[in-house]
Nanobody
Framework: QVQLRESGGGLVQPGESLRLACAAS????????VAWYRRGVDKTREWVGG???????DYEDSVKGRFTISRDNAKNTIYLQMNNLKPEDTGVYYC?????????WGQGTQVTVSS
């Protein structure tokens, strides 16, 4: 089993920053590959970005240049640094990890960007 727990969400104004964390525990492979998704106000799930076991990162076009994914192997934690946040970034952010036996998700953390 794999347990993922997101944290770091909150209410910020446009242009501000947040750093989300995805802490992993259980039977995991280090380094951990993780994808970040968000579910916006329209309830559509959208891929935000991800990091591979090799450390390669990729991002959805609307967040490129503003969001950065990093990993702390010692803490089994993956971070999503979000800068210059926009109202359209509002949503519940989830981290997910895919293994042969399925996809594991955290409970999500709410990010609200509003003036």
């Amino acid at each position: 089993q794999v347990q993922l727990r997101e944290s770091g969400g909150g209410l910020v104004q446009p242009g501000e920053s947040l750093r989300l964390a995805c802490a992993a525990s259980g039977v995991i492979t280090i380094p951990l590959s993780v994808a970040w998704y968000r579910r916006g106000v329209d309830k559509t799930r959208e891929w935000v970005g991800g990091i591979t076991t090799g450390g390669t990162t990729d991002y959805e076009d609307s967040v490129k240049g503003r969001f950065t994914i990093s990993r702390d192997n010692a803490k089994n934690t993956i971070y999503l640094q979000m800068n210059n946040l926009k109202p359209e970034d509002t949503g519940v952010y989830y981290c997910g990890h895919t293994r042969d036996d399925g996809v594991y998700w955290g409970q999500g953390t709410q990010v609200t960007v509003s003036s």
